[in-house]
Nanobody, 117 residues
Framework: QVQLMETGGGLVQPGGSLRLSCAAS????????MRWYRQAPGKERELLAG????????YYADSVRGRFTISRDNSKNMLYLQMNNLKPEDTAVYFC??????????WGQGTQVTVSS
């Protein structure tokens, strides 16, 4: 069974940094695009960043561009999201996703990030 597991969330002060990790237990990780999403209470899930299998092409939402960096290590089946200059509005549950269209996408269980003083 495919598993995506996020770690690295927590409580951080405004202006601080966190690095989220997503471990993938699937052999096709290295040939799959990956994405980070987040969902704040009462809001829809938001696509934040995407990365191609070779890591050379990345996408960022306007809300995080210049502050967040997506990266991957295919040798370790790991996906990362470096988050800098965090703001209270970044508070949400963060998810990694492996898009599998037309099959159902794979999702992790999420990790909570809280930005508060």
């Amino acid at each position: 069974q495919v598993q995506l597991m996020e770690t690295g969330g927590g409580l951080v002060q405004p202006g601080g940094s966190l690095r989220l990790s997503c471990a993938a237990s699937i052999s096709i990780f290295g040939s799959s695009s990956m994405r980070w999403y987040r969902q704040a209470p009462g809001k829809e899930r938001e696509l934040l960043a995407g990365i191609t299998p070779d890591g050379r092409t990345n996408y960022y939402a306007d809300s995080v561009r210049g502050r967040f960096t997506i990266s991957r290590d295919n040798s370790k089946n790991m996906l990362y999201l470096q988050m800098n200059n965090l703001k209270p509005e970044d508070t949400a549950v963060y998810f990694c996703q492996m898009p599998r269209f037309p099959s159902p996408d794979y999702w992790g269980q999420g990790t909570q990030v809280t930005v508060s003083s």
